[in-house]
C-alpha cells in the first residue's frame, strides 16, 4: 500500500512559479509510476505529467510541456512538481497518484494523495 502527501500548493499572481512536492511512504523505486493530475470542479481529471521513478523522463500534457517539470528525489521517496509561468488556466486542485502502470487511465490509477489546491489570479 502507498501513502502519498502533496504539500507546497498556494496562491500565486499570474506568471509566477511554485512548486508542489509529493511524499511516498514506500521506496517509490519498487515498480510504481507516479504522476500529477488536476482537476477543477465540474471539469474531467487531467494528468499534467508522470514519470517512473527508476527512468526519470517525465511525459507531460500538451498544456503544461515547457512550464512545468517534474522531477524525482529517490531517496527521500518523493516527487516534485515545479510549476512556472502559472496562468489562471492553471487553477486547480492537484493530486499525486501512483499506480503500477504509466498507461494506465488516469482515473483507474490506485494510490491518491488529499490533494493541494493552486490558485493563479
Known amino acids: 500500500h502507498v501513502q502519498l502527501v502533496e504539500s507546497g500548493g498556494g496562491s500565486v499572481q499570474a506568471g509566477g512559479s511554485l512548486t508542489l512536492s509529493c511524499a511516498a511512504s514506500?521506496?517509490?523505486?519498487?515498480?510504481?509510476?507516479m504522476a500529477w493530475v488536476r482537476q477543477v470542479p465540474g471539469k474531467e481529471r487531467e494528468k499534467v505529467g508522470h514519470?517512473?521513478?527508476?527512468?526519470?523522463?517525465?511525459s507531460y500534457s500538451e498544456t503544461v510541456m515547457g512550464r512545468f517539470t517534474i522531477d524525482v528525489d529517490i531517496s527521500n521517496y518523493t516527487m516534485f512538481l515545479r510549476m512556472k509561468g502559472l496562468s489562471p488556466g492553471d487553477t486547480a486542485t492537484y493530486y499525486c497518484?501512483?499506480?503500477?502502470?504509466?498507461?494506465?487511465?488516469?482515473?483507474?490509477?490506485?494510490?491518491w494523495g488529499q490533494g493541494t489546491q493552486v490558485t493563479v489570479s
Open positions: 497518484a501512483a499506480d503500477p502502470y504509466c498507461s494506465n487511465p488516469v482515473n483507474k490509477w490506485r494510490y
Open positions: 514506500v521506496n517509490i523505486t519498487r515498480g510504481v509510476c
Open positions: 514519470v517512473w521513478p527508476l527512468n526519470p523522463r517525465p
